[in-house]
């Protein structure tokens, strides 16, 4: 016979072992994995292309709509959509580092690459480098996909650098290009290296370590269009670059490739069976911005989207298996469709009138000087230029008299030029001329600038393919990459 004591305790443990078959029942929820949670648990994209727009956010993006429309119609409120605007799914993203609202692209690259914050001018560690975050392009490697890098700046600029380096700072260039030769990944394109041999100029040159690693360096057109899967691993420099080892601007490129031509030769190297990563940076956004070059911007924007219309060929034959996303890591410039001067009127048509980018006017500002000197120069002599090369006929008293005090700038050694607030605040530590003519007919067409830096509003994202839903909503710049990690199948670290 069970006493009441014994029963009792036969109760407990028959519960006991009843909650126990209860909770083997249920399915065991995963533990969540930091970031994970963000992912896509579903199919898996065998494709990723990963499109960052240096600098660019809504209003780059809407003017070079507006500018686009006043190109192929007549109508003076048509504005075109581009490639990556009509994608389905479409979120926001904050910008902001652990050093600053206004981001510079490391911590902002970091983010966009890791999936973590980290500090103004810092690569892929923390801020206080000692933990290194691992990228998205290396998980892929090591998960067996080919990876490519794209930038139409130089390869060891930070955007690029935070997918495949990791260093307390931005300037650390030769570090940086070492970490390239050092990452296996099989395709680099676009710009060159800042400092192949060091600060010094004294160390091994990068490019060299690199061919030792088995990378075949290239940098000639011919040789990079013939460049087929069995070359490997590749690093492929465009020739004749611009100033800062980075490709030219579009508004300015004559027959060099584009970073639309660097994208196909990417995907017809990259491609195999067990897929493959590629960011596509659209760098020199960022520079004409800083430069507040409304037409160089939009020329740049226009480029940068016909590269994604690559992607979007190759997305043709694989629409079950790729993933597109696009997004900006900052704004800059704050740029605005809107000025004071103009109030609720817009005339984007007028930027079109430019024809060259402020980079190569100033080269044209130099030559004046070393012909007329310090003292004679004379706003006459360039009003027919101002005329041919941006349209601007129009010039009243006052834009007269600001190019008259900028041209005066202009002819001063850089070491005499004015340093106080309000030559920084009129032209930013560019070239004096440069700055205004551009500013002028900036604002003429209705487009306004309010700094020579970074802004620290939001930036669109858009996604095209698989997993694209789980780009809509507005989360933090870190979550871009947790998205994409997950939809790709590799864990966030
Ligand atoms: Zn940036």
Redesign the pocket.
Request: negative net charge; without cysteine.
């Given at each position: 016979m069970i006493s009441k004591k014994n029963w009792i305790c036969t109760a407990v443990v028959m519960s006991a072992f009843l909650i126990a078959l209860l909770a083997a029942a249920v399915p065991k929820q995963p533990v969540a994995i930091a970031g994970e949670e963000n992912g896509y648990y579903g199919k898996k994209a065998k494709y990723v292309f990963y499109f960052i727009g240096?600098?660019m956010a809504m209003p780059q993006i809407n003017s070079t709509e507006i500018f686009k429309g006043t190109l192929n119609s007549s109508d003076p409120m048509y504005k075109e959509k581009l490639n990556f605007t009509v994608f389905p799914y479409q979120g926001m993203q904050t910008t902001h580092s652990t050093s600053s609202f206004i981001t510079d692209?490391a911590a902002?690259g970091t983010a966009l690459a890791t999936g973590h914050k980290t500090a103004n001018d810092v690569v892929g560690v923390d801020p206080t480098n000692t933990i290194k975050f691992k990228t998205m392009a290396e998980m892929a490697k090591e998960k067996g996909l080919k990876v490519g890098i794209v930038s139409s700046v130089s390869i060891d600029h930070a955007?690029p650098a935070v997918f495949y380096a990791h260093e307390p700072s931005r300037n650390n260039f030769y570090e940086i290009a070492l970490a390239m030769g050092n990452s296996g990944f099989d395709y680099f394109a676009g710009g060159g290296l800042l400092s192949p041999t060091g600060k010094k100029k004294d160390l091994p040159n990068a490019l060299d370590i690199a061919k030792q690693k088995g990378y075949k360096v290239v940098n000639s057109q011919e040789e990079i269009m013939r460049l087929a899967k069995n070359d490997g691993k590749v690093i492929a420099i465009q020739p004749d670059l611009a100033a800062e080892e980075a490709m030219q601007y579009e508004i300015d490129r004559t027959n060099q490739l584009s970073l639309a031509d660097f994208t196909r030769k990417g995907i017809e190297l990259l491609d195999n069976p067990n897929g493959f990563f590629m960011m596509v940076e659209g760098g020199k956004i960022?520079w004409a911005c800083h430069a507040n070059d409304a037409a160089t911007t939009v020329r740049d924007v226009m480029a940068f989207d016909n590269a994604i219309a690559e992607a979007l060929k190759f997305y043709a034959k694989h629409p079950t298996e790729t993933l597109i996303v696009v997004t900006g890591?900052?704004e800059t410039g704050g740029m605005s469709i809107g000025f004071s001067g103009t109030k609720y009127e817009t005339f984007a048509s007028k930027i079109n009138k430019q024809t060259m980018s402020f980079e190569e006017f100033d080269k044209k500002i130099k030559a004046y000087r070393a012909t007329v000197g310090e003292t004679n120069a004379n706003l006459q002599d360039w009003l027919p230029i101002l005329a041919s090369e941006f349209g601007l006929v129009d010039l009243t008293a006052y834009d007269k008299q600001r190019l008259s005090d900028a041209l005066a700038q202009s002819m001063l050694d850089s070491k005499k030029r004015a340093k106080d607030e309000q030559t920084y605040l009129l032209y930013g530590g560019y070239e004096p001329f440069s700055m205004t003519v551009t500013h002028i007919l900036n604002q003429k067409a209705g487009i306004g600038w309010t700094t020579y830096a970074h802004t620290g509003v939001a930036v669109p994202v858009f996604a095209q393919g698989v997993g694209g839903e789980k780009f809509q909503g507005y989360y933090d710049n870190t979550d871009v990459a947790k998205k994409i990690m997950g939809i790709m199948g590799v864990k966030f670290q």
């Open positions: 240096d600098g692209s902002a955007t960022d890591d900052h």
